[in-house]
């Protein structure tokens, strides 16, 4: 293939893995004390595993951002921005298999980055107290261990159809 095919190509999937990000986090949701749960993570963990790190990156902070900007939750964007972008990092995409050592490991990184991160922004930028940051600590671990769940049945679907091959760049 050749470079501008390939450009385009990654420019697409990156394009592709924003809009299934925001779609997954601003629509499938549940309210929660100060928020909201989705599953939108699963496709952030995907796009580290399938992306180079920029689009990855680019992806996992806009598709998050968009969602927090577009349902009313404003004050919450230059966390998500932050803390999508990094967890994006976590992965990588450096091997064959979506499932990788790498990656299971950046699951639990991802968690405790994630609950963390959200807990001190709330506690530190809204709230002024950590404690109150971190109240909602137990649904944005449930949130990215069902992320984790999906995240594993998509990778398992994705490499048993040999579909892998024909996505990572």
Same mark, same amino acid.
């Given at each position: ?25 601003? !629509?499938?949701? $549940?309210?929660? *004390?100060? @928020? =909201? ?6 496709? %952030? #963990? ?12 680019f ?43 790498h ?5 639990? !990184?991802?968690? $405790?980055?994630? *609950?963390? @991160? =959200? ?6 930028? %809204? #709230? ?42």
């Amino acid at each position: 293939m050749n470079k501008n095919k390939e450009k385009l190509r990654l420019l697409a999937l990156t394009g592709l893995f924003t809009a299934i990000i925001y779609v997954l986090t601003a !629509f499938i949701k $549940v309210p929660t *004390v100060k @928020g =909201y749960v989705h599953i939108g993570d699963a496709a %952030i #963990f995907l796009a580290g595993s399938i992306l180079p790190t920029p689009y990855a990156v680019f992806a996992g902070a806009v598709g998050g951002a968009l969602s927090d900007a577009l349902s009313g939750y404003l004050i919450w964007v230059p966390a998500t921005l932050l803390i999508k972008a990094a967890t994006a990092l976590m992965f990588t995409n450096k091997n064959q298999k979506i499932l990788c050592p790498h990656n299971i490991i950046a699951l639990v !990184f991802a968690l $405790v980055f994630c *609950v963390g @991160g =959200y807990g001190l922004y709330s506690g530190v930028v %809204i #709230f002024h107290s950590i404690a109150a940051g971190f109240a909602d600590a137990a649904a944005n671990t449930v949130q990215v261990l069902t992320s984790a769940i999906v995240y594993g049945l998509v990778a398992v679907s994705l490499e048993k159809t040999h579909a892998v091959k024909r996505i990572k760049v």
